[in-house]
T-cell receptor, first 116, second 116 residues
Framework: AQKVTQAQTEISVVEKEDVTLDCVYETRDTTYYLFWYKQPPSGELVFLIRRNSFDEQNEISGRYSWNFQKSTSSFNFTITASQVVDSAVYFCALSEAAGANSKLTFGKGITLSVRP | DTGVSQNPRHKITKRGQNVTFRCDPISEHNRLYWYRQTLGQGPEFLTYFQNEAQLEKSRLLSDRFSAERPKGSFSTLEIQRTEQGDSAMYLC??????????????FGPGTRLTVT
């Protein structure tokens, strides 16, 4: 069965600090997809990134970067120079190709608070 | 390009009543998902449609829950004889779909159900 663990529950940083959100996953499938979503106080989940299991290249998008390591089953998310607007709950999620329905299994989320 | 919409946004009902929620996906998306999110948790998968066919239901979806997507466009989720444990945020998501390839899912704002 697939599982996503986000061991950190709450993180508080001061604006302009860098912060890394950890995600560890479990799957028996060789083909799978990893995602990060942001849920701001308004409540709507916002898609941030998708990664497939064959692509271990790290990705950078502005202040956001993602580190995918199959050897440790981790898909960590770093925000550089954090801003107050980054305050939200961040979810890591996994879907397996074998099921062919692409349902997402989410972690419990990490609440990030960025203080001015 | 409009996003996923859900109605109503909030629903308060008394225990034992029936409720129905509606989801309108992004127009070109053939896959539609329902998830449930309780406080402090990540969303949990409930059911999945590819076009009008309901292809998977979670064990979380008791017999009191039914979902439809009659013409492969909008979907409805009905809960009969509501219980207090049904209180949650019900999220709808849609995506493109092609075989086992997993595209990102786009979420609606959710319907918050409170059962008194």
């Amino acid at each position: 069965a697939q599982k996503v663990t986000q061991a950190q529950t709450e993180i508080s940083v001061v604006e302009k600090e860098d912060v890394t959100l950890d995600c560890v996953y479990e799957t028996r499938d060789t083909t799978y997809y990893l995602f990060w979503y942001k849920q701001p106080p308004s409540g709507e989940l916002v898609f941030l990134i998708r990664r497939n299991s064959f692509d271990e290249q790290n990705e950078i998008s502005g202040r956001y970067s993602w580190n995918f390591q199959k050897s440790t089953s981790s898909f960590n998310f770093t925000i550089t120079a954090s801003q107050v607007v980054d305050s939200a709950v961040y979810f890591c999620a996994l879907s397996e190709a074998a099921g062919a329905n692409s349902k997402l299994t989410f972690g419990k989320g990490i609440t990030l608070s960025v203080r001015p | 390009d409009t996003g996923v919409s859900q109605n109503p946004r909030h629903k308060i009902t008394k225990r034992g009543q029936n409720v129905t929620f509606r989801c309108d996906p992004i127009s070109e998306h053939n896959r539609l998902y329902w998830y449930r999110q309780t406080l402090g948790q990540g969303p949990e998968f409930l059911t999945y449609f590819q076009n009008e066919a309901q292809l998977e239901k979670s064990r979380l979806l008791s017999d009191r829950f039914s979902a439809e997507r009659p013409k492969g466009s909008f979907s409805t989720l009905e809960i009969q004889r509501t219980e207090q444990g049904d209180s949650a945020m019900y999220l709808c998501a849609s995506s493109r779909g092609q075989g086992v390839y997993s595209y990102e899912q786009y979420f609606g704002p959710g319907t918050r159900l409170t059962v008194t």
